[in-house]
C-alpha cells in the first residue's frame, strides 16, 4: 500500500497556511498555498530502495483557470503538474507522476510557475513498490 504524506503534517512544509475550512480533505486539513510564484509544498518520501515510484497528489482547484507547477525531486526537475480546475474548492482529484527516488529521504516538491500559486493540496501518496524490511534482531 502507498505511504499517505499529509501537506498539513511534518515533516511537510507548506508556504501558505494550513487550512480546513473546505470539506472532503484528508486528515486535519490542506496546504493552501500563498497565491504567489514559487510558493511551494514540500514533501518528505521515504524510499526503502532506490527505483522509480508513483507519486500521487490530491488537490483541489476552485477556480476556473489550471495551477500549473513543477515537480521536483531532491532539486531536480522530475515532472509537470497543470492541476486543472475541479469544480470547487470542496471538489478534490488527484494527479499521479512516476519519479525517481533515492534510498531513503527524498524532497518532493511541487512549486507553482504561475504567480497564481498551487491548487490547495490535500496529501501525497507515494508508492515506492515495496514494503521495507521489518527492522531489528
Ligand atoms: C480561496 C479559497 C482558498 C484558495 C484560494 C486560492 O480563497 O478559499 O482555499 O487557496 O482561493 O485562490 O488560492
Ligand atoms: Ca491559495
Known amino acids: ?4 504524506l499529509e501537506a498539513e503534517r511534518a515533516p511537510a512544509v507548506c508556504d501558505g497556511t494550513i487550512d480546513a475550512d473546505h470539506t472532503g480533505h484528508t486528515g486535519t486539513g490542506f496546504c493552501n498555498g500563498r497565491n504567489a510564484l514559487g510558493a511551494a509544498v514540500t514533501f518528505t518520501v521515504d524510499a526503502p530502495q532506490a ?3 508513483a507519486v500521487t497528489v490530491r488537490f483541489a482547484n476552485g477556480t476556473t483557470t489550471a495551477r500549473p507547477a513543477d515537480v521536483t ?8 503538474a497543470s492541476f486543472g480546475p475541479t469544480g470547487t474548492w470542496a471538489t478534490w ?7 525517481p527516488l533515492r534510498q531513503g529521504g527524498n524532497t518532493v ?7 497564481a500559486g498551487l491548487a490547495n493540496i490535500d ?3 507515494a ?5 521495507p524490511p521489518p527492522s531489528g534482531p
Not at 525531486?73 to 509537470?80: D, I, K, L, R, Y
Not at 516538491?109 to 504567480?115: D, E, G, H, N
Open 1 to 4: 500500500a502507498p505511504t499517505r
Open 51 to 53: 527505483g522509480s515510484a
Open 73 to 80: 525531486v531532491n532539486g531536480a526537475a522530475a515532472a509537470s
Open 93 to 99: 482529484t488527484t494527479a499521479t507522476f512516476t519519479v
Open 109 to 115: 516538491r511541487l512549486s507553482p510557475t504561475t504567480a
Open 123 to 125: 496529501h501525497l501518496d
Open 127 to 131: 508508492d515506492t513498490g515495496t514494503t
